[in-house]
């Protein structure tokens, strides 16, 4: 296959389509001209609804856009996805679940259910795809993080560990994989309407989690303060400004995209990034690898 360029079709896969991010992502990357396979768990039975429904828009709109089966916590099912859809140009590390409460109120079969499908799970489809890529010597994953991977709030701290280790896992992959001709780039968005907060998996300890009533106070605070947002016309709350900055990431030529993009509410951590980047790169020079940065 060609290398990737600003102005061909990519073949794009993207996890966790079933809404949000994913969903929007697969129907305007598709509207765009690529082609894109839309993965999604329960596709059979949870989300046979939400499948059926991208299906139908693919034919109506004669979309390249395809559908598939794809669990990212499942070894099995990550490779008999990848197998089927083939080799790839763009991976979208888009799925992701977020635990809210108390640190202590989380078992320890939470914290690694948590850990299973916001870091291994992106690590199972880069297993996945890489080989591909590498023959070719090119490609781009995009691995979805948050803000939440650049600072901590109270009664995120599961969820913050999670994000916290997409970012180390990811900068390193990135110096890994450029002299290879792969480009790894974080985005990481604010609050979105997305239902992030409706979807929050509780602590199964809740006689620890009544000891933090801070916490829960915080948390009720937090969340009203993001739906006021949401109501402001003016506040960069819109979805599509994810799914564009997907767009450009992808038309932007290798060598040229940074590591990190916030999208939308920053909570003023945009400085954290603008902070650290230029002690990142003094960093790469110290250690003789500023070329690693992205491939060339």
């Not at 109506?60 to 499942?74: G, K, M, N, P, Y």
């Not at 809210?100 to 291994?120: C, K, M, R, W």
């Not at 994810?242 to 995209?257: C, M, S, W, Y």
């Not at 509410?265 to 945009?270: E, I, P, R, V």
Request: with cysteine; charged share 20%.
């Amino acid at each position: 296959m060609p290398p990737m360029s600003s102005t061909t079709t990519q073949s794009v896969l993207i996890t966790g389509c079933s809404a949000g991010f994913g969903r929007d992502a697969a129907l305007q990357l598709a509207r765009s001209g690529h082609t894109v396979h839309a993965t999604m768990r329960g596709v059979h039975g949870k989300n046979a609804e939400r499948a059926r429904e991208l299906r139908q828009t693919a034919a109506a709109d004669s979309l390249a856009l395809h559908v598939h089966e794809l669990d990212v916590t499942s070894d099995a099912s990550v490779e008999t996805a990848v197998v089927a859809i083939g080799p790839v140009d763009v991976l979208i590390n888009n799925a992701g679940l977020g635990y809210g409460g108390p640190v202590e109120s989380f078992t320890a079969a939470q914290v690694t259910a948590q850990l299973d499908v916001n870091i291994v799970g992106p690590v199972r489809l880069v297993r996945a795809v890489l080989p591909a890529m590498r023959e070719r010597g090119d490609g781009l994953i995009i691995q979805i993080s948050s803000t939440a991977g650049r600072g901590a709030f109270p009664g995120f701290g599961v969820y913050h560990a999670s994000k916290w280790g997409l970012e180390g896992l990811s900068e390193a992959l990135r110096y890994e994989l450029a002299p290879l001709g792969i480009d790894v780039v974080l985005v990481e968005p604010g609050p979105f309407a997305t239902n992030f907060f409706d979807n929050l998996v509780a602590g199964d300890d809740t006689e620890r989690a009544a000891a933090y009533p801070h916490v829960a106070e915080f948390g009720e605070g937090f969340k009203s303060t993001v739906i006021e947002a949401f109501e402001n016309a003016d506040a960069p709350t819109d979805p599509k400004l994810v799914v564009d900055l997907f767009e450009k990431l992808i038309a932007t030529p290798k060598g040229q995209r940074p590591l990190r993009t916030i999208a939308g509410l920053d909570f003023g951590l945009q400085a954290i990034n603008d902070a650290v980047e230029p002690i990142r790169k003094q960093t790469l020079e110290s250690m003789h690898i500023a070329e690693w940065d992205g491939p060339r």
